[in-house]
């Protein structure tokens, strides 16, 4: 157990060093130089200047050796667009909004979409069933930027029950959260029903109904806890989508968060700042399956701690 | 009533007609064909994506119109027998810039599922069938990569390659690939130590003979459904780039960029702007799903969900 623990935890940190890696090498041998990108060339001193404040003038072996020094001080360096803004700054800006609302999706996918895959898991083959059925394959199909517009159009600009943009009041949540939680919901519950199903008619649920167990007994203390563990390996991806996805949801709806800051950044060219936010959320994406992964040896005692023959 | 010898007649010897209660001989393809068959929302999906395809060839050819012709005249025409889809804010005819976008939207989708298909089966394929110290080396690598963020290695890969439609494919493929490499060798592996293989082997097969009448076969149904799940995948995460100003650049258009251009439209109800591209990926996605849903199920009837 904690050997499976150690070796998850040092594929996590050579995982989160070549990444680091790979993003500082990529960003550097990106064509063109971020102080010249109105296409007039800066007086010289300027730019020497300029290239001292971000060390560009050193080797880029010292460059990156004083990357990793400061990476390991928490400190991911100024923006070049805006010298007077630094990278911890702008993800201490952005970071509580997608935070929250990549929170309030995540729950509401996971208690969706379980829900969803039992109650039409119970109704195998009926109505609930399918309309759940469709419901996973829109998730599935439909863009979130498909879906955000909709309810954009729908719920705030026809009906007007919520806000259409911007950020705030807990009803500026909504309709983003929905947005995100869609295809997550369509996954869990996919996953879930299928789940439920094949658990329902395994041996031990028919010694539970023999018993004279309740229906509620039996499907939540017995069907459900097996069904959902599959879940749980997933969440790791899922926390993935639903961050990448707010990209592009936080830029529908004018939210404040890091999805804004990134895009700017590649509007601007900006590296410090795309590379900050790639560092900062692959190590946020990796640690968090990391966790998963111990949570979920620690939930399945049966699985295998060699971590070699995992499913793929 | 006497029974004689007479009231009886030998039965033929027949051996052939002795073992005539199987069913006809099918051949593997020929079994999951049947199966797919009655599958009827697989089938759907397989026509919609024929007419997908047939439009996006003919789509701009038997419209009248350019797709990056523009006309201030003509700007935000709503769906009209000149205009079938409309026209958005150059005036450009949405139907053919519609089909034009499904040109680039499927080719992307096509191409990254086929690179990865070529780079996962090769790098899975060996990694499983040589085993031990080159599979643990190998699959060491591929499970550091598959901790990184897809979206933002590829969104990384753009921004430093530049958007264009090439640098989409190779940014997609530099890690789709992954996932094909994974199943494929977690496949062969399990393959290989099976007791026909073996046998196989014991009787003295060839390691390409073994590779060619039993791994290939035995793996093919799996690479055929994660093939068409990668390509909704590919065009959707395409879609996401162009959305965030990463991807195709004008005046060519994918169906991403146009939902991107359509955005604003919610709100100025030129609706068909967005409505058109945004459908066109969703019934995509949607057919290719249904599609790789239903050849799982026909290619290994045992999962079937």
Same mark, same amino acid.
């Given at each position: 157990?904690?050997?499976?623990?150690?070796?998850?935890?040092?594929?996590?940190?050579?995982?989160?060093?070549?990444?680091?890696?790979?993003?500082?090498?990529?960003?550097?041998?990106?064509?063109?130089?971020?102080?010249?990108?109105?296409?007039?060339?800066?007086?010289?001193?300027?730019?020497?200047?300029?290239?001292?404040?971000?060390?560009?003038?050193?080797?880029?072996?010292?460059?990156?050796?004083?990357?990793?020094?400061?990476?390991?001080?928490?400190?991911?360096?100024?923006?070049?667009?805006?010298?007077?803004?630094?990278?911890?700054?702008?993800?201490?800006?952005?970071?509580?909004?997608?935070?929250?609302?990549?929170?309030?999706?995540?729950?509401?996918?996971?208690?969706?979409?379980?829900?969803?895959?039992?109650?039409?898991?119970?109704?195998?083959?009926?109505?609930?069933?399918?309309?759940?059925?469709?419901?996973?394959?829109?998730?599935?199909?439909?863009?979130?930027?498909?879906?955000?517009?909709?309810?954009?159009?729908?719920?705030?600009?026809?009906?007007?029950?919520?806000?259409?943009?911007?950020?705030?009041?807990?009803?500026?949540?909504?309709?983003?959260?929905?947005?995100?939680?869609?295809?997550?919901?369509?996954?869990?519950?996919?996953?879930?029903?299928?789940?439920?199903?094949?658990?329902?008619?395994?041996?031990?649920?028919?010694?539970?109904?023999?018993?004279?167990?309740?229906?509620?007994?039996?499907?939540?203390?017995?069907?459900?806890?097996?069904?959902?563990?599959?879940?749980?390996?997933?969440?790791?991806?899922?926390?993935?989508?639903?961050?990448?996805?707010?990209?592009?949801?936080?830029?529908?709806?004018?939210?404040?968060?890091?999805?804004?800051?990134?895009?700017?950044?590649?509007?601007?060219?900006?590296?410090?700042?795309?590379?900050?936010?790639?560092?900062?959320?692959?190590?946020?994406?990796?640690?968090?399956?990391?966790?998963?992964?111990?949570?979920?040896?620690?939930?399945?005692?049966?699985?295998?701690?060699?971590?070699?023959?995992?499913?793929? | 009533?006497?029974?004689?010898?007479?009231?009886?007649?030998?039965?033929?010897?027949?051996?052939?007609?002795?073992?005539?209660?199987?069913?006809?001989?099918?051949?593997?393809?020929?079994?999951?064909?049947?199966?797919?068959? $009655?599958?009827?929302?697989? +089938?759907? &999906?397989? %026509?919609?994506? @024929?007419?997908?395809?047939?439009?996006? #060839?003919?789509?701009?050819?038997?419209?009248?119109?350019?797709?990056?012709?523009?006309?201030?005249?003509?700007?935000?025409?709503?769906?009209?027998?000149?205009?079938?889809?409309?026209?958005?804010?150059?005036?450009?005819?949405?139907?053919?810039?519609?089909?034009?976008?499904?040109?680039?939207?499927?080719?992307?989708?096509?191409?990254?599922?086929?690179?990865?298909?070529?780079?996962?089966?090769?790098?899975? $394929?060996?990694?499983?069938? +040589?085993? &031990?110290? %080159?599979?643990? @080396?190998?699959?060491?690598?591929?499970? #550091?990569?598959?901790?990184?963020?897809?979206?933002?290695?590829?969104?990384?890969?753009?921004?430093?390659?530049?958007?264009?439609?090439?640098?989409?494919?190779?940014?997609?493929?530099?890690?789709?690939?992954?996932?094909?490499?994974?199943?494929?060798?977690?496949?062969?592996?399990?393959?290989?130590?099976?007791?026909?293989?073996?046998?196989?082997?014991?009787?003295?097969?060839?390691?390409?003979?073994?590779?060619?009448?039993?791994?290939?076969?035995?793996?093919?149904?799996?690479? @055929?459904?994660?093939?068409?799940?990668?390509?909704?995948?590919?065009?959707?995460?395409?879609?996401?780039?162009?959305?965030?100003?990463?991807?195709?650049?004008?005046?060519?258009?994918?169906?991403?960029?146009?939902?991107?251009?359509?955005?604003?439209?919610?709100?100025?109800?030129?609706?068909?702007?967005?409505?058109?591209?945004?459908?066109?990926?969703?019934?995509?996605?949607?057919?290719?799903?249904?599609?790789?849903?239903?050849?799982?199920?026909?290619?290994?009837?045992?999962?079937?969900?």
């Amino acid at each position: 157990m904690l050997s499976f623990i150690l070796r998850r935890f040092v594929s996590m940190i050579v995982t989160l060093w070549l990444i680091i890696t790979l993003t500082f090498f990529l960003m550097h041998a990106a064509p063109g130089n971020p102080f010249e990108k109105e296409g007039k060339g800066l007086p010289d001193a300027v730019a020497a200047n300029l290239n001292a404040f971000y060390n560009l003038d050193k080797p880029l072996i010292v460059q990156y050796g004083l990357y990793l020094q400061n990476l390991v001080k928490f400190d991911l360096g100024p923006s070049i667009a805006n010298s007077s803004d630094s990278v911890n700054k702008i993800i201490a800006r952005g970071f509580p909004v997608s935070f929250q609302l990549g929170l309030v999706a995540i729950l509401f996918a996971i208690v969706t979409g379980i829900a969803l895959g039992v109650v039409a898991a119970l109704r195998h083959n009926r109505l609930i069933d399918y309309v759940a059925m469709v419901i996973a394959v829109i998730g599935i199909s439909v863009p979130s930027f498909v879906l955000a517009s909709l309810l954009i159009k729908y719920l705030a600009v026809e009906w007007k029950l919520f806000p259409t943009a911007t950020w705030g009041t807990w009803q500026h949540v909504v309709l983003p959260a929905l947005a995100l939680a869609f295809s997550p919901i369509a996954i869990i519950a996919r996953l879930t029903r299928t789940n439920m199903l094949e658990v329902l008619t395994a041996e031990y649920i028919e010694t539970a109904r023999a018993k004279g167990l309740s229906p509620a007994t039996i499907v939540f203390k017995h069907a459900l806890r097996n069904a959902i563990l599959p879940v749980v390996t997933l969440l790791g991806a899922l926390i993935a989508n639903i961050l990448t996805g707010s990209f592009v949801i936080e830029k529908i709806f004018a939210i404040p968060g890091m999805g804004k800051y990134f895009v700017a950044g590649i509007n601007n060219r900006d590296y410090s700042v795309i590379m900050g936010t790639t560092v900062f959320y692959s190590t946020l994406l990796i640690f968090m399956m990391f966790v998963v992964d111990v949570l979920y040896s620690i939930i399945d005692p049966r699985i295998k701690f060699h971590g070699k023959e995992r499913e793929g | 009533m006497i029974v004689s010898d007479e009231l009886f007649t030998p039965m033929r010897k027949d051996n052939l007609s002795a073992e005539a209660i199987v069913r006809p001989q099918l051949t593997y393809w020929q079994e999951a064909w049947l199966r797919l068959r $009655g599958n009827k929302l697989a +089938l759907a &999906g397989l %026509v919609i994506i @024929i007419i997908l395809g047939v439009m996006a #060839i003919a789509g701009p050819i038997i419209s009248p119109h350019d797709y990056a012709k523009q006309s201030m005249i003509t700007k935000n025409q709503p769906p009209s027998a000149e205009n079938w889809f409309g026209t958005d804010d150059f005036g450009r005819d949405v139907f053919t810039r519609v089909w034009h976008g499904a040109r680039i939207s499927l080719f992307v989708g096509l191409m990254a599922a086929l690179i990865d298909f070529f780079i996962g089966v090769l790098y899975g $394929g060996i990694a499983g069938y +040589l085993g &031990g110290r %080159v599979d643990n @080396i190998m699959m060491r690598f591929v499970d #550091i990569l598959y901790g990184l963020p897809y979206l933002l290695v590829v969104i990384l890969l753009m921004v430093v390659m530049g958007s264009g439609l090439v640098t989409i494919i190779v940014a997609l493929s530099a890690t789709g690939w992954i996932g094909m490499a994974r199943t494929v060798r977690g496949q062969v592996l399990q393959m290989k130590n099976s007791e026909y293989v073996l046998a196989a082997k014991t009787m003295g097969a060839k390691p390409f003979y073994i590779v060619r009448k039993h791994l290939l076969p035995n793996t093919i149904g799996i690479i @055929i459904v994660y093939v068409t799940l990668s390509v909704p995948s590919a065009i959707f995460a395409e879609a996401f780039l162009s959305f965030l100003g990463l991807g195709i650049q004008a005046p060519m258009a994918s169906w991403g960029t146009m939902a991107n251009d359509g955005l604003p439209t919610i709100l100025s109800g030129h609706w068909w702007r967005l409505f058109f591209p945004a459908f066109f990926i969703s019934m995509t996605m949607l057919a290719f799903n249904v599609l790789g849903d239903g050849l799982r199920d026909a290619f290994d009837p045992k999962t079937r969900r």
